[in-house]
């Protein structure tokens, strides 16, 4: 709980992700490569914030850290035999890239939800987006989203237009398999699909109407 607290306020230096990530490819005789540039919410631009959202979590500001729903299709279509896929949200993500390891078993994921309350509860859904687009794994050796701006377009996060952001967010699933730039014909297709329903959102988060209704409704239950 040391950790979560302390991460609310101080920048994520490592994650066990970019260590084992260092192990791996030194055991493949590859060169290490870190990259990774913390940086404010603020120097993230709002259409990449909006893409990871379009991309892999619609309910982000709706949900208290996880989408029973998304869970519930996932449960399905795996039980169905359709090609196997998750049902994490951002916060799970952040959970599990800043606190765990990577896995399937059953202590893993109930360490994850264990983290993901924790920082439901402590730190509001900007923190939860700002370390997330700090910590995320967006290429061989790139974390972040400055560092991934950087390595795939040669700019600052700050600068990411909608269709650079949804090529990074296209990437999210397999960043170690998917390439941003130049994209292949999966990922150009997916990236079609990530800035249609970005259009359908808008031009960027509405974190301010979530902290208003999440007050709103804190103060009902008081009453």
């Not at 896995?103 to 900007?126: C, D, H, P, Q």
């Not at 987006?129 to 400055?146: F, P």
């Amino acid at each position: 709980m040391g950790f979560v607290l302390l991460y609310k306020w101080v920048p994520v230096p490592v994650t066990p992700l970019m260590l084992i990530r260092c192990v791996e490819q030194k055991a493949d005789g590859k060169t290490m490569t870190l990259k990774h540039n913390w940086v404010g919410l603020e120097e993230i631009s709002p259409k990449l914030q909006l893409a990871v959202v379009c991309s892999e979590d619609q309910n982000y500001l709706k949900h208290f850290g996880f989408d029973w729903l998304a869970i519930e299709k996932a449960l399905k279509d795996n039980n169905k035999g359709k090609k196997l896929r998750g049902g994490s949200t951002i916060s799970q993500q952040t959970a599990k890239n800043v606190f765990l390891w990577s896995g399937r078993n059953f202590v893993r994921k109930g360490l994850e939800a264990y983290f993901t309350l924790l920082i439901e509860l402590m730190w509001s859904k900007e923190r939860i987006m700002e370390v997330y687009l700090n910590s995320i794994e967006m290429g061989d050796g790139v974390y972040g989203a400055e560092a991934a701006a950087k390595y795939w377009f040669n700019k600052e996060a700050k600068n990411l237009n909608k269709d650079e952001s949804a090529a990074i967010a296209a990437v999210l699933p397999n960043p170690l398999k998917y390439k941003a730039y130049p994209a292949s014909t999966y990922i150009s297709k997916r990236k079609e699909w990530i800035k249609q329903q970005m259009s359908f959102w808008g031009n960027q988060l509405d974190y301010n109407r979530y902290n208003d209704e999440d007050a709103k409704t804190k103060s009902t239950n008081k009453n």
